[in-house]
């Protein structure tokens, strides 16, 4: 875990601890997998091996492997969107002091105990 003391905020603008390029967008097998697929397809002189795998794909989906018909229309049209269903129930901290118990001065003592406890955790790893 970081020292809170030595902790600084970014400097607005350009800041030497930011990576301002990101991540690569490419690897070593997506350069390679990329070449070998635009080559001619020996056994088919006038098609890459890429347009190919795409006939032998679209051939698939003809023939009812839906799987296949799946990977035409997610390479198509993209992938469906996923929703997520959240139910989130706000509870103010005052009624939970009050179900266990506590004060809100003792609830308040409580949390500050337990947000040590878990930062002493988090340091020890």
């Known amino acids: 875990m970081a020292n809170l003391k030595t902790l600084k905020p970014f400097k607005k603008g350009v800041d030497e601890r930011r990576n ?7 690897t070593k097998l997506t350069d390679a997998l990329r070449q070998q697929i635009s080559e001619t397809n020996p056994n ?3 098609q890459t091996i890429a347009e190919t795998i795409a006939n032998t794909l679209i051939q ?3 023939s009812g492997d839906v799987q296949a018909i799946k990977e035409v229309f997610d390479r198509c049209e993209g992938k469906p969107k996923q929703s997520l ?6 509870q103010d901290w005052r009624s939970i002091a009050s179900d266990s118990g506590l004060s809100e001065e ?5 949390s500050k105990l337990y947000v ?7 340091i020890r790893e």
């Open 106 to 110: 003792e609830f308040i003592n409580e």
């Open 44 to 46: 088919a002189d006038d």
């Open 60 to 62: 698939l989906a003809l």
């Open 20 to 26: 301002s390029a990101g991540r690569p967008r490419l």
């Open 116 to 122: 040590a406890e878990l930062e002493a955790s988090l």
């Open 85 to 90: 269903d959240l139910d989130v129930s706000v």
